[in-house]
């Protein structure tokens, strides 16, 4: 077969030439693939330098190069050890930054609540009128100003209940049990039943209203008027919060202890609160200030309630005594000791008719007390541990109480008997518990929040898990629109339908 052409070019380049036009490229004459011959070469090699043409010059080539290495291998030590000791020292420095701030963090507090508890006494201070200093006499040589003497905080005297007292208290009851009887057994309008309660769920969690220092919410009420609640934690704080704004409106600071234990004034911009500390405070939102600091208690303070008229409070405490306040003066009127026990007080709460209330001891007794005899009216026993938490339906009819037993029982004040035991889950400690404003649904707080329905068989409606840790507290909403728990993993969560 006759040779094409005998030019050489690149096998690429001439296939492409080859495909678009079927010539060679060189002379023009037709052109196929298979008429390609391949040129196969063997690969140039670089001849060696004159000086590695020996033995001994390969060898001096070869430590020449281990030298080289050693050397760079040297060199990246030397660098590794000085970043270590860059990063060493500024580690050191962070540490110590972080040391600095954190004290003066703990300083700020401190300052913030020496200044919280100094602002009431200054406002008494500016209201009292400043008796005109006569001049001194010629003669004689003029007296060093002295330092006004601190206002030493005592603990308060009960001065006891007027007539006038009484007969609110006598009233409001008169009135809250009319009311009550109209609105009868039925459910009312717009509330969810408990098909659609079991539906709710978690629709919000906030978990920066407390210090993360001393992480924990402690307790939990609710302003349903404003749609606001207000917590109580572990880091010594109240703290209000906005749930249709998601915002804090305020922060209440000092308690020296954890708070334990708040109520909110349903018509009224006040919150009332109570702390091992043995103080309770009164405090006024709008202003960001206590209004009263109440020394009740020799002991820590265990329980605070609301009286149904809105005027005054009940406190209590592990100092086995019961207090009944003035919101508005900060005075104590009655102080009364359990002298049946020898057992400090865990809880109380007002009956919402005002007239009688409930205490749980630390000996598993449930007192129900006449308020106005100031005695003891009827014993609920058979709970085992201390009583955890009471809680009286909003019509009137049922006490719940719950200890370190695992159960929750349900008593008929009307009979005074206990009518249903609620067993729990092994080792279930209920750290709360609360009736909606029917009395129709119950929430329990503990190592999940639960809702039952008050009937014969009380059945359990929905259980919430959300919470790392035990719920510490749970509210129902208005109409039970919404529940609120808090939780010792410091956040509040609300759970509500879809």
């Given at each position: 077969k006759a040779v094409v052409s005998t030019q050489s070019t690149g096998k690429r380049l001439l296939e492409k030439?080859?495909?678009?036009?079927?010539?060679?490229?060189?002379?023009?004459?037709?052109?196929?693939?298979?008429?390609?011959?391949?040129?196969?070469?063997?690969?140039?090699?670089?001849?060696?330098?004159?000086?590695?043409?020996?033995?001994?010059?390969?060898?001096?080539?070869?430590?020449?190069?281990?030298?080289?290495?050693?050397?760079?291998?040297?060199?990246l030590r030397q660098q590794l050890q000085m970043t270590r000791q860059e990063l060493s020292y500024a580690l050191y420095q962070h540490d110590a930054a972080c040391r600095v701030?954190?004290?003066?963090?703990?300083?700020?507090?401190?300052?913030?609540?020496?200044?919280?508890?100094?602002?009431?006494?200054?406002?008494?201070?500016?209201?009292?009128?400043?008796?005109?200093?006569?001049?001194?006499?010629?003669?004689?040589?003029?007296?060093?100003?002295?330092?006004?003497?601190?206002?030493v905080e005592t603990q308060l005297v009960p001065i006891g209940l007027s007539e006038e007292v009484l007969q609110q208290l006598h009233q409001t009851h008169v009135k809250l049990t009319s009311l009550r009887k109209k609105r009868g057994k039925e459910m009312p309008e717009g509330l969810p039943t408990a098909a659609q309660l079991?539906?709710?769920?978690?629709?919000?969690?906030?978990?920066?209203?407390?210090?993360?220092?001393l992480p924990g919410i402690l307790c939990l009420d609710l302003l349903p008027s404003s749609k606001r609640t207000v917590t109580g934690g572990a880091d010594?704080?109240?703290?209000?919060?906005?749930?249709?704004?998601?915002?804090?409106?305020?922060?209440?600071?000092?308690?020296?202890?954890?708070?334990?234990?708040?109520?909110?004034?349903?018509?009224?911009?006040?919150?009332?609160?109570?702390?091992?500390?043995?103080?309770?405070?009164i405090w006024d939102v709008e202003e960001e200030n206590c209004?009263?600091?109440?020394?009740?208690?020799?002991?820590?303070?265990?329980?605070?309630?609301?009286?149904?008229?809105?005027?005054?409070m009940l406190s209590c405490s592990a100092d086995q005594h019961w207090g009944f306040s003035d919101i508005s003066t900060g005075k104590l009127l009655c102080k009364v000791a359990d002298q049946s026990v020898s057992h400090g007080l865990t809880c109380c709460q007002f009956h919402p008719d005002g007239l009688i209330f409930g205490t749980g001891t630390s000996d598993s007794l449930v007192k129900i007390w006449d308020f106005k005899e100031q005695?003891?009216?009827?014993?609920?026993?058979?709970?085992s541990g201390p009583i955890s938490a009471i809680a009286f339906s909003e019509n009137g009819y049922y006490l719940a109480t719950s200890a370190d037993d695992e159960v929750v029982k349900l008593w008929d004040?009307?009979?005074?008997r206990n009518f249903k035991t609620i067993s729990l889950d092994?080792?279930?400690?209920?750290?709360?518990?609360?009736?909606?404003?029917?009395?129709?649904?119950?929430?329990?707080?503990?190592?999940?929040?639960?809702?039952?329905?008050?009937?014969?068989?009380?059945?359990?409606?929905?259980?919430?898990?959300?919470?790392t840790q035990d719920s510490t507290d749970v509210r129902f909403g208005p109409d039970v629109s919404y529940v609120a728990s808090v939780s010792n993993d410091r956040t509040l969560k609300f759970y509500s339908a879809n």
């Open positions: 030439y080859i495909a678009e036009n079927g010539t060679d490229p060189i002379n023009g004459e037709p052109l196929s693939d298979e008429q390609i011959v391949p040129i196969n070469t063997t690969p140039v090699q670089r001849p060696r330098p004159p000086t590695a043409t020996s033995i001994p010059a390969i060898l001096k080539i070869l430590q020449d190069e281990w030298d080289a290495c050693m050397l760079h291998s040297y060199t701030i954190a004290r003066q963090d703990k300083e700020v507090t401190a300052a913030r609540e020496a200044l919280a508890t100094l602002k009431p006494q200054a406002a008494l201070a500016a209201q009292q009128p400043i008796a005109p200093v006569p001049a001194p006499a010629a003669s004689l040589p003029a007296e060093p100003a002295r330092p006004e003497p601190m206002e079991k539906h709710y769920t978690q629709s919000s969690s906030h978990p920066g209203l407390h210090s993360a220092s010594r704080n109240i703290v209000v919060f906005d749930k249709e704004a998601e915002k804090i409106i305020c922060t209440l600071k000092g308690h020296t202890k954890k708070v334990t234990n708040v109520v909110a004034h349903p018509n009224e911009k006040t919150v009332i609160s109570g702390s091992p500390d043995t103080h309770v405070r209004k009263h600091t109440l020394r009740i208690h020799d002991g820590p303070v265990t329980g605070l309630s609301l009286h149904p008229t809105g005027d005054y005695k003891s009216a009827a014993n609920f026993p058979g709970h004040l009307r009979k005074l092994d080792k279930y400690t209920v750290r709360g518990l609360t009736f909606d404003n029917s009395g129709h649904y119950l929430a329990v707080s503990g190592p999940d929040v639960r809702v039952y329905q008050i009937s014969k068989q009380c059945d359990l409606v929905v259980t919430w898990d959300s919470h």
